[in-house]
């Protein structure tokens, strides 16, 4: 399942990236959107772009090209 798909509220797991996820992987990873890490979705925009997670004690907003490289599995 992609980031983008879960909804507000819900608890993931990063599992990995997808294959297109070239440019972006390098600076989720520095994010610590590492493989294993645990977040929850706080709040998407209304057309669904950005999407606001908190990770690791802070808080990031994903554009829809970013959420659409995280593998997740829901919680």
Do not use: C, Q
């Not at 990995?16 to 440019?23: H, L």
């Not at 390098?26 to 669904?48: D, F, I, N, S, Y």
Request: hydrophobic content about 45%; charged content about 25%.
């Amino acid at each position: 399942m992609l980031l983008k798909e879960l909804p507000v509220g819900a608890r993931a797991r990063v599992i990995g990236f997808t294959e297109a996820g070239g440019a972006y992987r390098r600076k989720l990873l520095v994010l610590g959107m590492t493989p294993g890490v645990e977040m929850e979705v706080v709040r998407v925009a209304p057309m669904g772009d950005p999407v606001e997670i908190h990770v690791r004690g802070s808080a990031l907003t994903l554009r829809k090209e970013e959420a659409n490289v995280l593998n997740v599995e829901k919680l």
